[in-house]
């Protein structure tokens, strides 16, 4: 038997060969016949020998259709389902659903290579480590903006539409609810001030992505002006001061740690009274 070593080759986003899958006993539930499966353990957990790390975790996922890839579940934007590119010599696009995660022991994965005919780019290798945090950090806003987002206006699915479309183009959704502050408001004149970044990729093709991130702003203003700006041109239960497409390479980081990531599948506190959010 092969011993698990500090020197072994695997490392996170690494994907099991169809050798080891078949070994192993991996199997997609509803798709077995296209089964992937990727390390998901850090690399300094990886290397650790047994004895103190005993197992490696990975997600069990299904190769899809390259037309079949949704843009609210490329670049980490939904923090439960997640579609990624791997490149090489055979590029695939993969799925991946946060509760298909379980492990294996080095002892057993110690006998087989890592696949290398397949491998995530240096960007979408952090894409794949964003969306592993994000289901440990999702940002989380207070339960009355949230109700009249999506209950009140039923506003949430229509951003996830404006940004659908774009996939690839668009990195994510960010608001800015009160300046970050923790309030609570009452009544539809009581308005939460809502900012709105839409950001887009600066590569490949910066111009595609600008406009279709400005698109996506386009229909986001829209519909709020039809569902919160009265026939007083008066906004009701939330006030969208701006929404803006800004460009990944123009974002600054001071402005970045001011925003809270808008989850495509965003599900709220829900708690009753509601809860305080913590900053971050």
Request: with cysteine; glycine share 4%.
């Amino acid at each position: 038997m092969v011993e698990w070593t500090r020197n072994t080759q695997w490392r996170q986003g690494h994907l099991l060969s169809s050798d080891a899958i078949t070994a192993l006993g991996f199997s997609h539930p509803t798709m077995p016949e296209n089964t992937v499966v990727v390390v998901a353990t850090h690399d300094c957990d990886i290397v650790q020998v047994p004895e103190k790390e005993p197992c490696v975790e990975v997600f069990v996922g299904q190769v899809i259709a390259s037309e079949n890839k949704d843009g609210n579940n490329t670049h980490a934007k939904n923090a439960r389902k997640l579609h990624i590119e791997f490149g090489g010599n055979s590029p695939l696009w993969v799925e991946f659903e946060a509760t298909s995660k379980t492990s294996i022991k080095k002892a057993d994965l110690a006998s087989f290579t890592p696949c290398t005919a397949s491998r995530l780019s240096p960007d979408n290798y952090n894409t794949f480590q964003m969306w592993l945090a994000s289901r440990y950090r999702r940002s989380a806003f207070p339960d009355e903006f949230e109700r009249r987002l999506t209950k009140e206006a039923k506003l949430a699915e229509k951003i996830s539409n404006a940004v659908k479309p774009h996939g690839d183009l668009i990195s994510g959704v960010f608001f800015d609810v009160d300046g970050g502050k923790d309030v609570i408001r009452n009544g539809p004149d009581d308005t939460y001030m809502l900012d709105i970044i839409v950001l887009y990729t600066s590569e490949p093709d910066v111009i595609s992505a600008e406009n279709a991130a400005n698109e996506a702003v386009s229909a986001i203003e829209k519909a709020f002006k039809e569902k919160l700006f009265n026939s007083t041109k008066k906004w009701q239960h939330i006030e969208l001061r701006f929404c803006d497409a800004i460009s990944e390479a123009a974002l600054t980081y001071q402005v970045f740690k001011q925003l809270k990531r808008w989850r495509l599948d965003h599900v709220s506190l829900a708690s009753v009274p509601q809860q305080p959010v913590l900053a971050g």
